[in-house]
């Protein structure tokens, strides 16, 4: 039996799942939890990943390993391979300064037509832009940048600071995907290249994209940052040192890619599939041929890790909405579900807009959370409940409407992410959705979503492997949820 080992290294967490490569079968898995906060030393990442892939039994029989990230967070490396400072992950958001700075300069249509997005505060180039304006002199030493996934790529393949790495600080062997890359804000999924000089704008400083030939110098080009080199898909970035991890030889490793990519390739979506994930972010995604181009700024333009585009918007506010409203009714998350199945639809009129943390999409970084249609009678633990899976699930039921807007054309809706097992969830948005809804079995999406892309590195061919459905609740589309919503917005938020 030949194994293949994916990672999803999130933003809560660590998992590991090894794969039988024929069948797609998970054969065993492992996990490590990473710290909270919205800078996070690397180390930590790197900690996280040996003791996951220890828990998952080592990869002494792997064959081949690839890595899939949170996207966006701000990896800063100086000349000799070590981290400057705490990585920014995409939702701290003290660069939203930064990104109407870099928009009000290069203006919000000439950044979606030369790189696919418009800056907001979870991207790299803004928070380069910080990093420039906030802390010059650690921006001064910066001689590489990477995403999370290029980092734990170049140290899995032994690469780091000399007196932590077998290989030491070859900048010019860092490496990411097409995926990742274009979240940066200064990668164009329809030029397949970096934009340069959007980089130098974040930045103050020139890039270069990494050499990879392997000697260090990187074609000796003075005092540019590196920028990791950008595979193709399904090309393998190297090996892992001979004997790392137990393994008799080394390990293959794939490309990686940003966790919402990887997390297509674990579904197979196709076209008329539209994701939505409930994570601690929330996405809505679909694989399109074209590249697409949001001068709002709403839809991130991105691309996906199989060669195609990834049309995408994220909120900030997820699975963390129903956390807060459990704990406020200290209630568990059944508990939670059999109060708001027990509330009518529309909650009574009460209605949660969920920005907790700021906002994403919309773009409203200093927003808080909100509750309207509050009256004596409607004070409930039920409505309470209940508005809060309507108002996150209203926020993402606006990202597809955003995503149609693009022209995507969605048949049917796989809803996914721990939140999407809870009964509620599920049967709330076949109310929400006005489109087929269906929900996967649990798996680790973005995980075998990597695996994927270790089998393709491995053969040359990617793979494909079943996937099961738990439910398809029945369609049961009420507008009134979403019309109490998009009233209870408005009013948050003039």
């Not at 080592?58 to 981290?83: C, N, P, T, Y």
């Not at 195609?308 to 939670?336: E, F, K, Q």
């Amino acid at each position: 039996m030949t194994l293949v080992a994916g990672v999803d290294s999130s933003t809560q967490s660590c998992k590991v799942v090894v794969r039988d490569l024929e069948t797609g079968a998970i054969v065993r898995s492992g996990r490590a939890p990473h710290p909270d906060g919205t800078e996070v030393d690397p180390a930590a990442w790197w900690s996280a990943l040996g003791t996951a892939i220890a828990d998952a039994g080592g990869l002494a029989d792997v064959s081949a390993i690839s890595i899939g990230g949170q996207q966006h967070g701000m990896v800063v490396l100086d000349a000799d391979g070590r981290v400057i400072r705490d990585a920014l992950l995409w939702n701290d958001t003290r660069s939203a300064q930064a990104a109407s700075d870099l928009i009000a300069e290069v203006g919000a249509e000439e950044y979606a037509s030369r790189v696919g997005v418009v800056p907001v505060a979870s991207f790299t180039a803004t928070k380069l832009r910080w990093l420039r304006d906030a802390e010059p002199a650690n921006a001064a030493r910066v001689a590489a940048v990477a995403l999370p996934h290029d980092w734990l790529t170049w140290r899995l393949r032994g690469y780091g600071p000399t007196d932590d790495s077998e290989l030491g600080p070859v900048l010019g062997e860092l490496t990411t995907d097409r995926s990742d890359a274009s979240g940066t804000a200064y990668w164009s999924a329809a030029r397949e290249a970096y934009d340069l000089e959007l980089f130098e704008r974040a930045l103050g400083r020139a890039g270069v994209e990494a050499d990879g030939d392997g000697d260090g110098d990187n074609g000796a080009i003075a005092d540019a940052v590196i920028l990791p080199r950008v595979l193709a898909p399904g090309e393998a970035a190297g090996r892992t040192p001979v004997g790392a991890s137990g393994a008799s030889e080394g390990v293959l490793v794939g490309p990686g890619a940003g966790d919402n990519a990887a997390a297509a390739l674990g579904l197979g979506a196709a076209d008329g599939d539209v994701v939505v994930s409930i994570g601690t972010s929330g996405t809505v995604f679909a694989v399109t041929d074209q590249p697409v181009a949001d001068a709002s700024g709403t839809v991130a333009g991105f691309a996906d890790a199989s060669g195609r585009s990834l049309p995408l918007i994220a909120t900030l506010n997820a699975a963390r909405v129903l956390s807060s409203i459990a704990s406020l009714l200290s209630a568990d998350h059944d508990r939670l579900a059999a109060l708001a199945l027990d509330a009518e639809p529309g909650a009574g009129g009460v209605v949660l807009i969920p920005y907790f943390e700021g906002e994403r999409t919309p773009n409203l970084p200093d927003a808080t959370a909100s509750i309207h249609g509050l009256t004596i009678a409607t004070t409930r633990p039920e409505n309470l409940a209940r508005a809060a899976i309507e108002g996150m699930l209203c926020g993402l039921a606006d990202g597809l409407d955003a995503v149609r807007s693009v022209g995507v054309r969605e048949k049917r809706i796989l809803l996914i992410g721990g939140a999407a097992q809870n009964p509620a969830v599920a049967a709330v948005a076949a109310q929400v959705f006005d489109a087929p809804v269906v929900v996967p079995s649990p798996g680790e999406y973005v995980a075998d979503g990597a695996a994927v892309q270790a089998a393709w590195a491995l053969t040359g061919t990617r793979p494909s492997w079943p996937i099961t459905l738990d439910a398809e609740p029945e369609a049961d589309y009420r507008p009134v949820i979403r019309a109490q919503y998009a009233a209870a917005r408005t009013a948050a938020t003039s």
